[in-house]
Every structure is written in C-alpha cells, then in structure tokens.
C-alpha cells in the first residue's frame, strides 16, 4: 500500500494552487475510494481524462497514471470527465462534475476552498464506467522517417507519394503540395 500524496504534493508537482488542481485531487480521491484501490506503482490503475487542465496534474500524482506508464491517455473533449479502470478487477468509474456550472463570481481562492471542503456529492458525479478497460500501452519498434530522420513509431508514420513520413513531415508534405491534409 502506497501512501497517498498530500495536496501540498501535489501543489509542489504543479507549481501552484488553483481550482482546477484541487478539482483533479478531489476525483482522484473519489476514484481510490469508489475503486478501493492505492495508488498505481505501475499500470494498476489507468486514467482516461477528458481535458488537458491542471485536474490532470494531481491525477497523474495521486493515483501513479502518466503518459510515459501508458496509463494515461488523453481524449482532447474540453469536458471534466475522467474514467480510472482497476486492471485487477476490470472495474472502472466515470468520475463528472455535478456542478451546472462554475460559480464565476467566487473568487480564484473561494473557488478552490469550496472544491476542497464541499461534500463528494454536492461536487461530484460518481458512476460506473462503461465499456471494457483500455489495453495496456505496446511497445513497438520505430523507423527514421524517410524526411527528417528521425525515429518514429511504425504504427504513427503516413505513407506520402511512396514515402513514410513521420505526422509532421506528412502535414508539410501534403500542405506544400496543394494536396487536402489528412
């Protein structure tokens, strides 16, 4: 059993305080707790987060999910959803926020004090997760992109006009050459 990071842990790893750190600190909290789970020391458990926002900072320290792991992948929807699987049991939650909406006319420091001390249920949304729980991340092997050269995921090169070109050197290739980017 691993300890769970403080808020003062997670602040450390962000850099600061806000709401959006304090919301992400409250879901993972609600996740260990629906899930009855620790902390992952590898891919125990896996995040699926719906935004980029500073939630995700206090998700990848208190629950042990990051990018290099693969167990915390990013679905680029603007919405604070988050779905934490436990691998051992197949198990998932689909964490939302039950707020209608921010209360704007609160200040930055009002804001992060009701997130951190409002009941879970008045804040949040808390459900089972639908669907099967995300593959482990695959290693695979990399070739030099015929442009640049520079090592790339087979899986993630695009074939241009007989060339494997890694996704930037693809944009620039179908770009400059009047075709429609992909």
């Known amino acids: 059993m691993s300890a769970i990071p403080t808020y003062e842990d997670i602040a450390?790893?962000?850099?600061?305080?806000?709401?959006?750190?304090?919301?992400?600190?409250?879901?993972?909290?609600?996740?260990?707790?629906?899930?009855?789970?620790?902390?992952?020391?590898?891919?125990?458990?896996?995040?699926?987060?719906?935004?980029?926002?500073?939630?995700?900072?206090?998700?990848?320290?208190?629950?042990?999910?990051?990018?290099?792991?693969?167990?915390?992948?990013?679905?680029?929807?603007?919405?604070?959803?988050y779905t934490i699987y436990r691998r051992d049991h197949g198990s998932?939650?689909?964490?939302?926020?039950?707020?209608?909406?921010?209360?704007?006319?609160?200040?930055?420091?009002?804001?992060?004090?009701?997130?951190?001390t409002a009941p879970q249920d008045a804040l949040l949304c808390v459900e089972p997760a639908e669907g099967p729980v995300p593959e482990r991340a695959q290693t695979e092997p990399s070739e030099p992109c015929d442009a640049c050269g520079q090592l790339t995921m087979c899986s993630r090169l695009v074939e241009v006009e007989g060339s494997l070109l890694c996704r930037p050197c693809a944009e620039r290739a179908t770009t400059s050459s009047g075709n429609p980017r992909r």
């Open 92 to 116: 998932g939650v689909r964490i939302s926020l039950a707020l209608e909406e921010e209360p704007r006319e609160m200040s930055r420091e009002q804001r992060e004090c009701l997130i951190l």
């Open 12 to 81: 450390r790893f962000h850099g600061h305080t806000c709401p959006g750190l304090a919301l992400g600190y409250r879901v993972a909290l609600a996740a260990l707790g629906a899930l009855g789970a620790d902390r992952a020391l590898d891919e125990e458990l896996v995040a699926v987060v719906d935004n980029d926002s500073c939630a995700v900072d206090a998700i990848q320290v208190v629950l042990g999910c990051t990018f290099g792991k693969g167990n915390l992948i990013h679905r680029d929807y603007g919405k604070h959803v």
